[in-house]
């Protein structure tokens, strides 16, 4: 049973261009999360999503990102007109329910924003 | 809103010393309690996880917690600790209420041979 994979590993973009990040959930997993990851500051919080709904995106900023599960593929996190201040590492996790089970993540991607 | 804190953000112990990273939360409900632990150039991985019962949880690699609810309290330990044991700890807590897994920023852990 694979795990949860995302892609790429390591996405390089120029400021201005828009970066899109995938993850597959585990399989049988129709919940997703996407987290960020900066140095000393721990993961968090982006986006919540079931398939083909967002549960809690109160963590996403309001412009430029953008998130959605659909009933078919992966998951796609969408950062529109990067900036500098969105290099970071970003995780997707899976999980089984919404409740009471834990989440599995990813690799991780990379995004370095030059 | 809920938060974690996780009070030390950088240990150093030697090999066989004892471990204890404490954790705490902020939420009076049912919580889903979590320590996650990321190796060098790694994902994090599930190390234990309390659901309900036992406050004394067992995980992989001979790490335990123990929740206290009294204290908003989950504290990592392991008796005796590796040089492979170097990684970032994370807590992490999901309310009864709420969809989405709140982190700590995490406890950088350096074993020395």
């Known amino acids: 049973n694979a795990g949860v994979m995302q892609n790429p590993r390591h996405l390089v973009r120029r400021r201005g261009q828009e970066a899109r990040l995938r993850c597959s959930p585990m399989?049988?997993?129709?919940?997703v999360y996407w987290y960020r990851q900066l140095p000393e500051e721990g993961l968090k919080f982006m986006v919540y999503l079931q398939k083909e709904n967002i549960i809690d995106e109160s963590g996403m900023p309001k412009e430029r990102f953008s998130a959605e599960f659909p009933k078919e593929g992966p998951s796609i996190l969408r950062i529109q007109q990067v900036v500098r201040g969105d290099s970071a590492a970003y995780f997707c996790a899976s999980s089984l329910n919404r409740v009471r089970t834990e989440a599995f993540f990813g690799q991780g991607t990379r995004l370095t924003v030059v | 809103a809920q938060s974690v804190s996780q009070h030390n953000h950088h240990v150093i112990l030697s090999e066989a010393a004892s471990l204890e990273l404490g954790c705490n939360y902020s939420y009076g409900g049912t919580v889903n309690l979590f320590w996650y632990v990321q190796y060098p150039g790694q994902h994090l991985q599930l190390l234990l996880k309390?659901?309900?019962?036992?406050?004394l949880v067992k995980g992989i690699k001979g790490f335990e917690a123990e929740f206290i609810k009294s204290k908003f309290s989950f504290n990592l330990r392991k008796p005796s600790v590796q040089w492979s044991d170097t990684a970032e700890y994370f807590c992490a807590v999901k309310v009864d209420r709420d969809d989405k897994i709140i982190f700590g920023k995490g406890t950088r852990l350096h074993i020395l041979p």
């Open positions: 399989k049988g997993h129709s919940h």
């Open positions: 309390y659901f309900s019962g036992d406050p």
